[in-house]
């Protein structure tokens, strides 16, 4: 192999794992929305201590110490980093670019609402339209300004709980135990009512999330954003022993201040910048997956969840409508009838279809189905799908 073509190859392979990366993001993602799906994120803390197993409430307390929020985060993390080849693709191609991006933005904001108010009203797309806004800004700002303001975002969210008269920040959907049988009717209607009942009420005692989330999920896109800019990322995918310590030092700290909040302390007054917890271990799960996926032995798990990374919108949106499928009335309905592990495996079994689909997807497309009619929309015509030698 020449030198070039040796490093074409290395080029490739860590496009590779930034698309494992993201794939492993939405993996989590799924997981904890499945959560939604089944019911279980709906109900009190004390109902479900009192309804739930032993084993089922074990894995409920690990999903929310070690998942939770982290996932979500992760995801944001590698949304600013994707939008950091956005951005360099359409300053590189147009004089103006901006109008492009803001289509861009907008095109998922109408997906986000579509997805909120028939498949899943949690939907992140539309705040990620919203506070994606402030990229294009930020993208023509340097690396380390653009990373600073990020770091300085996510110290903000924390800060201001503690500073401001908001109590600890708690989920959004707890307590709306009504979503349970309103999403168990065999009527597609009910539940589309219900979603846009969760979207306008959903929040009202989550003052202190949606606060957090604001501000956290804006410096991770920062975050994300410098990093795809400035190289750095990628220079530290080649330096798998710094990112093993790094990552695991991170984990760790995030870990100590997750367990100190849960079970001593609390979220409230100034141990609300425990909180911290939750950006400092997704950047460390992303930090080690990366080290474990960096190897030339992890090429074929690398190849296995590429594809998926490529298609994260179409795997998002498409694993509502399993879950769904799985758990609403319309569909087997299985809503409020399993524990944690039960939704744990149909999250398992959702991601093992997702990455089979997209596997077989990509032998012959050269987008996923969203992600081709985002493109389109995006530039106001139909955009080439298939690849080169396939029908159109």
């Known amino acids: 192999m020449t030198g070039s073509e040796a490093a074409t190859q290395g080029k490739a392979d860590r496009l590779e794992l930034i698309d494992s990366l993201r794939a492993m993001a939405l993996a989590g993602v799924v997981v904890m929305n499945m959560m939604t799906f089944a019911g279980l994120s709906y109900l009190t803390p004390e109902m479900r201590a009192e309804m739930l197993s032993t084993l089922d409430y074990a894995a409920w307390t690990f999903l929310r110490v070690f998942v939770d929020g982290k996932a979500l985060a992760a995801f944001s993390f590698m949304f600013g980093f994707s939008f950091s080849i956005i951005l360099a693709k359409a300053l590189a191609s147009e004089e103006r670019p901006g109008r492009r991006v803001i289509r861009r933005l907008l095109t998922l904001f109408f997906i986000g609402l579509f997805n909120a108010l028939f498949l899943y009203w949690a939907d992140i797309l539309m705040t990620y339209a919203a506070l994606g806004l402030i990229l294009p800004l930020a993208g023509r700002l340097p690396s380390w300004v653009t990373a600073a303001a990020g770091a300085a975002l996510i110290l903000i969210g924390p800060l201001v709980l503690a500073l401001g008269d908001f109590g600890a920040a708690a989920p959004p959907p707890r307590g709306h135990i009504d979503s349970i049988e309103a999403y168990a009717s065999p009527q597609i209607t009910d539940a589309v009512q219900q979603n846009w009942h969760m979207i306008l009420n959903a929040s009202e005692s989550a003052d202190s999330m949606l606060v957090l989330r604001l501000f956290t999920l804006s410096g991770l896109f920062l975050l994300g954003l410098a990093a795809g800019k400035s190289g750095l990322l990628m220079r530290m995918i080649g330096e798998r022993g710094l990112l093993w310590r790094l990552g695991l030092a991170l984990v760790v700290i995030g870990l100590a201040m997750k367990l100190m909040m849960r079970f001593w302390l609390g979220g409230e007054g100034a141990w609300a910048m425990l909180n911290l917890q ?115």
């Open 278 to 392: 939750t950006p400092l271990m997704a950047l460390g799960y992303l930090m080690l997956v990366a080290a474990a996926f960096g190897g030339p032995a992890a090429h074929r798990l690398r190849a296995i969840l590429a594809p998926l990374g490529r298609m994260t919108l179409t795997g998002y949106l498409t694993s509502a409508v399993f879950g769904q499928a799985v758990f609403y009335g319309w569909g087997f309905g299985l809503i409020g009838e399993v524990g944690t592990l039960g939704a744990l495996a149909v999250a398992a079994g959702i991601y093992a279809l997702l990455m089979g689909f997209a596997l077989l997807w990509f032998r012959h497309f050269l987008h996923g189905p969203w992600e081709w009619l985002w493109r389109s929309l995006t530039n106001l015509k139909p955009q080439p799908i298939t690849r080169p030698g396939e029908p159109q």
